[in-house]
Nanobody, 122 residues
Framework: QVQLVESGGGLVQPGGSLRLSCAAS????????MGWYRQAPGKQRELVAT???????TFADSVKGRFTISRDNAENTVYLHMNSLKPEDTAVYYC????????????????WGPGTLVTVSS
């Protein structure tokens, strides 16, 4: 079974920085894309950033120039580097990965982590 575990959330002041990490575990052979989504209170979940196994990146307009995404394919880990944080970045951040191919030939279309809370407040 493939699982994602996020870490790095917490409370930060406006203008500050945080780095989120997400590690995938299980009998993983390949992961096509990994990324981050977020859901603020009362709002729908939205895409923040994604990165493919080849390194192609996409970002939501609201985070361009402030957030970066990186990935360690050997460790099946994705990172979200968040700078110049704003109160409107406050949300639960979810890691997403997929499609995932396991070493026993099973294919997961996508897997979600449980989420990590980021609060931007003074």
């Amino acid at each position: 079974q493939v699982q994602l575990v996020e870490s790095g959330g917490g409370l930060v002041q406006p203008g500050g920085s945080l780095r989120l990490s997400c590690a995938a575990s299980g009998s993983i052979f390949t992961i096509s894309a990994m990324g981050w989504y977020r859901q603020a209170p009362g709002k729908q979940r939205e895409l923040v950033a994604t990165i493919t196994s080849g390194g192609r990146k996409t970002f939501a307009d609201s985070v361009k120039g402030r957030f970066t995404i990186s990935r360690d394919n050997a460790e099946n880990t994705v990172y979200l580097h968040m700078n110049s944080l704003k109160p409107e970045d406050t949300a639960v951040y979810y890691c997403n990965a997929g499609p995932i191919m396991t070493t026993v030939g099973y294919r997961y279309l996508e897997v979600w982590g449980p989420g990590t809370l980021v609060t931007v407040s003074s």
